[in-house]
């Protein structure tokens, strides 16, 4: 079983729609939870960070992790075609600092 | 403000090689860490470089080395190369060890 899991997709919306994104995790010893957007022949680019259980909103993005449940989610309102990527959520330890682990990733077009 | 540089963006190289990748980290950071991206899947890490350091490693073998030069910029080392060793090798930088990672856009090697 892999310590993070996250539905690989393709998931297509249409324009407008909310996105709902998700990851399972097993290790309780994480802390720090990120979502990235990776679009295609580029790194991957941070969107949110987050610590611990809770909510955080930044702009049309929501970021919300329930470590009772091992499972954070990140929404993206009013989704747009240039949303379209892969978006990954990593997390980490409380030391483990630089040692990220990522889910598969999962893939979203976002079409007109 | 420049972001996290990598060069080459593309390298092919043949089985037994030896390969070395390059990373200028993002202005006013100090610590790299190096990821291995295989197609369609989420970034594995490597190890992390503070202070001239190795400070953290993955589950990676000793062909994978690394080094960080006085002026925070480092290289990622691969010997004896294999078919398998072909993705995307990431860099990402932070300030110190503990802050959110801030990635390049890789080196795709090819292995043949």
């Known amino acids: 079983q892999k310590e993070v899991e996250q539905d690989p997709g393709p998931l297509s919306v249409p324009e407008g729609a909310i996105v709902s994104l998700n990851c399972t995790y097993s290790?309780?010893?994480?802390?720090?939870f990120m979502w990235y957007r990776q679009y295609s022949r580029k790194g991957p680019e941070l969107l949110m960070y987050t610590y611990s259980s809770g909510n955080k909103e930044d702009g049309r993005f929501t970021a919300q992790v329930d470590k009772s449940s091992k499972y954070i989610s990140l929404f993206i309102r009013d989704s747009q075609p240039s949303d379209s990527a892969t978006y990954l959520c990593?997390?980490?330890?409380?030391?483990?600092?630089?040692?990220?682990?990522f889910g598969q990733g999962t893939i979203l077009t976002v079409h007109p | 403000d420049a972001g996290v540089t990598q060069s080459p963006t593309h390298l092919i190289k043949t089985r037994g090689q030896q390969v070395t990748l390059r990373c200028s980290p993002k202005?006013?950071?100090?610590?790299v860490s190096w990821y291995q991206q295989a197609l369609g899947q989420g970034p594995q890490f490597i190890f992390q470089y503070y202070e001239e350091e190795e400070r953290q490693r993955g589950n990676f073998p000793d062909r994978f080395s690394g080094h960080q030069f006085p002026n925070y910029s480092s290289e990622l080392n691969v010997n004896a190369l294999l078919l398998g060793d072909s993705a995307l090798y990431l860099c990402?930088?932070?300030?110190?060890?503990?802050?959110?990672?801030?990635f390049g856009n890789g080196t795709r090697l090819t292995v043949t």
């Open positions: 202005s006013g950071h100090d610590t």
């Open positions: 290790n309780s010893a994480f802390q720090y």
């Open positions: 990402a930088s932070s300030l110190k060890v503990n802050s959110p990672l801030h």
């Open positions: 990593a997390m980490r330890g409380g030391t483990s600092y630089g040692k990220l682990t």
